[in-house]
Structure formats: structure tokens, C-alpha cells
T-cell receptor, first 114, second 110 residues
Framework: ETGVTQTPRHLVMGMTNKKSLKCEQHLGHNAMYWYKQSAKKPLELMFVYSLEERVENNSVPSRFSPECPNSSHLFLHLHTLQPEDSALYLC?????????????FGPGTRLTVL | QKEVEQDPGPLSVPEGAIVSLNCTYSNSAFQYFMWYRQYSRKGPELLMYTYSSGNKEDGRFTAQVDKSSKYISLFIRDSQPSDSATYLCAMSTGGFKTIFGAGTRLFVKA
């Protein structure tokens, strides 16, 4: 276990549903990330939060809405998704932005949009 | 041109073989180079971390960085079936963004 947990591990939703992904880190880190991982593609950075402030929104469609209520928790709210949004969504945390700190990943949420 | 290129494989080797995994990159500003291992249904875990050029060894794993050629490698000696996973190269300039390769899927046959 890396100290980063994600729930749910699997999610199937229709295009009209609203759901949320949750990430929690127990490492005392200050920065948290959302990535999208699709088959045979590099990890796509979606959002970065540092001390609960969003520092990066990597041109992500508005149907994905992040929320970081405190430095230990990160949410990704989903609504009116498309089938091409089906992927593994990974959360990562890092002690601080920049420098030599590395990222610790959670196990991911496997999302299927029907 | 992609910032980081990595052959997706799959790469299949017999147990005990030496495995060589590689990535090329285009951004000469990258200073930090990482290899992550990702098992099926798990998130990536950091395997090796190197700053600038040179070699780093950790047990059966050796990471090499050649900045002049913009080329990084991961060698696995005496490969084991438990090494079967997807290996992701990653690199950073030192800011908050890390750029990942697509990953190489490795199978080590017993």
C-alpha cells in the first residue's frame, strides 16, 4: 500500500448519471493530482492541487469537476460523460510541488461509461 | 513529435533473461528521470529515480540516463515472472508536471 486510497475501484455509469470519485492520502502530502490512463496511451494529467488550491487544469472538459476540501482528500465529480471517457482514473500525491519529490499513486478507479 | 516515446511492446522473455526497456525524449530541459512499475489492476509504483545523467543500480535493476542522446534505459537482470508488469518511464524538469511514456508491457515466462 502506498498510502493513497481510491474509491470506488470500479464504476459503471450511464451518460446521464452523476457520480464522484474519491481519493484520500495518508502521507501528509501537500499536492494531489488526477490523471487519466487509457490503453496504450501515456498518463494524461487532468488536475493538480497544492494546499487545496488548483494550480493546473489541463484543458479538461467541464463534465469533470474536481474538488479538494483539504490536503488529504480529492474528489472528481462526473456528469454527462461520454463513452470515450472510459479509462482508469488515477490519483497521486506528492510531498510538495516541484523539486525532487516523487509522486505516489493510488490503485485507480476503473470507469466504464455506457 | 511526442515529448516522450516508449515502445508499448509487449515484450516477452524467458525467466532469467536480461531485459532492456528504453525511452527517448525531445525536451532537453528534463533533469529528473523515473521508472514506474504498474501491475495489473494497480497504480504505478516508483521503481527507480535518477537525477541528470549517469547510472543508478538497485538490486537487479539498473537505470541509465544519456542526456546527450536524450535516451533512458532500465535494465532488469535475472528477470523473474514476478517482474511481469507494465513499465512506465517518466521525466520532469523539476516543476509540478511529470511527463510519462505510454508504458512497455513485459511478460517473463517461467
Amino acid at each position: 500500500e502506498t498510502g493513497v486510497t481510491q474509491t470506488p475501484r470500479h464504476l459503471v455509469m450511464g451518460m446521464t448519471n452523476k457520480k464522484s470519485l474519491k481519493c484520500e492520502q495518508h502521507l501528509g502530502h501537500n499536492a494531489m493530482y488526477w490523471y487519466k490512463q487509457s490503453a496504450k496511451k501515456p498518463l494524461e494529467l487532468m488536475f493538480v492541487y497544492s494546499l487545496e488550491e488548483r494550480v493546473e487544469n489541463n484543458s479538461v472538459p467541464s463534465r469533470f469537476s474536481p474538488e479538494c476540501p483539504n490536503s488529504s482528500h480529492l474528489f472528481l465529480h462526473l456528469h454527462t460523460l461520454q463513452p470515450e471517457d472510459s479509462a482508469l482514473y488515477l490519483c497521486a500525491s506528492r510531498a510538495n510541488l516541484g523539486g525532487t519529490d516523487t509522486q505516489y499513486f493510488g490503485p485507480g478507479t476503473r470507469l466504464t461509461v455506457l | 513529435q511526442k515529448e516522450v516515446e516508449q515502445d508499448p511492446g509487449p515484450l516477452s522473455v524467458p525467466e532469467g533473461a536480461i531485459v532492456s526497456l528504453n525511452c527517448t525524449y525531445s525536451n532537453s530541459a528534463f533533469q529528473y528521470f523515473m521508472w514506474y512499475r504498474q501491475y495489473s489492476r494497480k497504480g504505478p509504483e516508483l521503481l527507480m529515480y535518477t537525477y541528470s545523467s549517469g547510472n543508478k543500480e538497485d538490486g537487479r535493476f539498473t537505470a541509465q540516463v544519456d542526456k546527450s542522446s536524450k535516451y533512458i534505459s532500465l535494465f532488469i537482470r535475472d528477470s523473474q515472472p514476478s517482474d511481469s508488469a507494465t513499465y512506465l518511464c517518466a521525466m520532469s524538469t523539476g516543476g509540478f508536471k511529470t511527463i510519462f511514456g505510454a508504458g512497455t508491457r513485459l511478460f517473463v515466462k517461467a
